[in-house]
């Protein structure tokens, strides 16, 4: 297994706030309605709850509850596939922004 990809911590240098850009600079802030925000909690939270159980079914805690699905057969075509890591991926799509703002 290969190691995990190193996660990018964003700190404040010597503590001071980063320059404040202009407001058209800035892209329009995301809304998001109350429905949307449960949506996401409810789902959030199912699978805190799933990861909690595969966890518990691993260290034989618990003989019922969710199996994780592996391929008997893998599919030749994905041989080669790597699953994408979106926190790093979102931190690239964030630092390009901070590059092309300045």
């Known amino acids: 297994p290969a190691s995990p990809a190193q996660k990018l911590v964003f700190n404040r240098v010597n503590g001071k706030r980063p320059h404040v850009l202009p407001q058209q600079v800035l892209a329009p802030e995301e809304c998001y ?27 034989g805690e618990s003989a019922c509850g969710p199996v994780q699905y592996v391929e008997k057969t893998p599919n030749p075509g994905l041989k080669n596939f790597v699953p994408i890591d979106l926190e ?11 590059e092309n703002c300045s």
Request: glycine residues 2%.
């Open 33 to 59: 309605t109350l429905a949307h925000e449960e949506n996401v909690r409810f789902v959030y939270e199912a699978w805190q709850q799933v990861e909690q159980q595969l966890d518990g079914s691993r260290s």
């Open 88 to 98: 790093e991926w979102w931190a690239q799509q964030f630092l390009a922004k901070i």
